[in-house]
């Protein structure tokens, strides 16, 4: 695409990147296809053609964005299925990034959508507030029903909705040793995560400790920054690339690592993106680059590993990788071929590539199509007549489980079983069943 960006625009450095970005575009349109809000809305700016050229003309006319334009950026998910797609390998995620910066710092949103983006902001990244938030969410739950019917109280309802019925108890956060070492690797502690469902990080510990790593939770390492670049809030999502790069770095300093592991792949989609996102700060940029190379996610790191699968459990896995895994990190299939490993039946929804609308706060800012997306995810899984799901991503867990008759799992949890580990307790209901569950509720083939 024909850019016109003057000389002096471009000696801002994301500036740079966009343009960089928007060049590469040669207008196929191939990526339309496979764009979750182009799929459901089908308008041409709710696509990622559309929206880089809305971005183009936002930022290379340096705009005051538009109501109608922000709407459009706002509706896209992130979830880079068209960074898969294209052929002209447009990066659209440093491009999408830049653009929420420059919507948030130029345009001023109605208050009701100031205060709940501030909320989400200052409560998702901190466990000790998230608890809060969700034992008072907890109590509210019952309002759901009555926020749904007003227009402006709906991003309430979804976030009641989404509020687990019984709140886990707190994680445990010790450092745990391998019975024969092979290495040792820090865990990311993360935010949400351990609050919502700390049998994911037990599970991983004890994976990672039966592979023959140690396994660490660097001091002072927190919320990756995710949540809150989704939000367009730059200077906070530095401020936590930053200080978790020197966290990790006092750990490569002392006893040294052999990776960064992450559960949670939205997490290490950005983690991976440290080097880029501080490249321009003299004090983090090399540190920061380490720290992206030593980032792996779970799975990427345990299909290298060795691990002792000796049991088989007779299940059917219905297996949906997050987007972030596919597209984010094209790990596209290492969930499946671990699953397989440790011996269980694996199958593959129908549009497996399509986002579940989960998107980190997207399914609490735009209730209604992160639903449709959901309600249209749990089908294609529904059709697979499995006896659970599995998912690489605490995020997607949350958004599936609300709609699926089946449990819903993080790949580690039943790997960790199959290798002689827990039993994860919502498959309790499986076993002793001629039929499962899961049967009785799939469709009539
Ligand atoms: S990131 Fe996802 S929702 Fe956004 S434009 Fe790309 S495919 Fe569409
Ligand atoms: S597939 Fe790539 S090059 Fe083609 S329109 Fe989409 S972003 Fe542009």
């Given at each position: 695409m024909r850019t016109e960006f003057s000389a002096e625009q471009l000696a801002d450095p994301a500036m740079a990147t966009s343009e960089q970005a928007i060049r590469k575009c040669?207008?196929?349109?191939?990526c339309t296809a496979t764009c979750p809000t182009y799929v459901l809305l089908g308008d041409e700016l709710d696509s990622p053609r559309g929206r880089i050229y809305l971005m183009k003309d936002m930022l290379e006319n340096e705009r005051t964005p538009s109501p109608e334009v922000v709407k459009h950026i706002d509706r896209c998910l992130s979830c880079l299925s068209c960074m898969t797609t294209c052929p002209s390998g447009v990066n659209y995620l440093h491009l999408v990034d830049h653009a929420r910066a420059y919507i948030e710092e130029r345009h001023r949103r109605p208050l009701a959508d100031r205060l709940l983006r501030s909320v989400l902001a200052g409560v998702l990244p901190h466990p000790a507030r998230l608890r809060v938030a969700l034992a008072l969410a907890r109590l509210a739950r019952p309002l759901a029903p009555l926020a749904e019917r007003f227009a402006g109280l709906r991003p309430i309802a979804a976030m009641l909705a989404l509020a687990p019925g019984r709140l886990p108890a707190r994680a445990a956060q010790v450092n745990a040793s391998a019975p024969v070492r092979r290495g040792r690797v820090a865990l990311l502690q993360g935010c949400a995560e351990p609050v919502l469902r700390p049998e994911i990080r037990a599970a991983t510990v004890r994976l990672l400790n039966r592979a023959g790593y140690d396994v660490v939770f660097a001091a002072g390492?927190?919320?990756?920054?995710s949540l809150v670049r989704h939000l367009g809030r730059d200077a906070d999502s530095l401020d936590a690339a930053r200080r978790n790069v020197a966290a990790w770095d006092r750990e490569l300093a002392g006893e040294g690592l052999d990776a960064i592991i992450v559960t949670a792949s939205g997490c290490g989609t950005t983690i991976k993106d440290y080097g880029f996102m501080l490249r321009d700060d003299p004090a983090f940029a090399d540190r920061a680059a380490r720290v992206s190379a030593l980032a792996q996610d779970i799975g990427e790191f345990l299909l290298k590993a060795d691990l002792p699968f000796d049991q088989a459990p007779p299940l059917t896995v219905a297996c949906q990788p997050a987007c972030s895994i596919q597209h984010g990190q094209k790990l596209a299939g290492v969930s499946r071929r671990l699953l397989e490993r440790a011996g269980f039946h694996v199958r593959t929804p129908a549009e497996v590539h399509l986002c579940c609308g989960s998107a980190g706060t997207y399914n609490i800012l735009q209730p209604e199509i992160a639903g449709r997306l959901g309600d249209r995810k749990v089908a294609n899984l529904a059709r697979l007549g499995a006896d659970v799901i599995a998912t690489d991503n605490i995020g997607c867990a949350v958004q599936i489980a609300a709609r699926a008759a089946l449990p819903v799992l993080h790949v580690v949890e039943l790997l960790d079983w199959a290798s002689g580990g827990v039993k994860p307790d919502v498959l309790a209901q499986i076993e002793g069943s001629a039929e499962s569950p899961a049967k009785a509720h799939a469709p009539a083939a």
């Open positions: 040669v207008h196929c349109g191939f390492e927190g919320c990756c920054g």
